[in-house]
Nanobody, 123 residues
């Protein structure tokens, strides 16, 4: 059974940094994985995706230059380094696996999801 477990969320002041992790288990590999976020009353937003094979990445404009997605194939873990955080980055962050469209930021193309980790950025 595929399982994704996020960690690393928390509360931070604007301008600070956090590093999210997503530990994956239950399958051998997933070509496309990504990070998404959602706040109450808003649609889910895809923010970063990665091709596990090539390392190619794709970012939403809202996080480009501030967030970095990376992977550790040996540990089967996905990361999201978040720098220069802003209050508008406050959200529940989810990792997703087994994307079926290359580097898509549309969550509808991912088959597996974690439970999420909360990130709160205060001004």
């Amino acid at each position: 059974q595929v399982r994704l477990v996020e960690s690393g969320g928390g509360s931070v002041q604007a301008g600070g940094s956090l590093r999210l992790s997503c530990a994956a288990s239950g399958y051998s590999s997933s070509l496309y994985m990504g990070w998404f976020r959602q706040t109450p009353g808003k649609e889910r937003e895809g923010i970063a995706t990665i091709d596990y094979s090539t390392g190619r990445t794709n970012y939403a404009d809202s996080v480009k230059g501030r967030f970095t997605i990376s992977k550790d194939n040996a540990k089967n873990t996905l990361y999201l380094q978040m720098n220069n955080l802003k209050p508008e980055d406050t959200a529940m962050y989810y990792c997703a696996a087994e994307g079926v469209v290359a580097l898509s930021l549309d969550g509808g193309y991912y088959n597996y999801w974690g439970q999420g980790t909360q990130v709160t950025v205060s001004s």
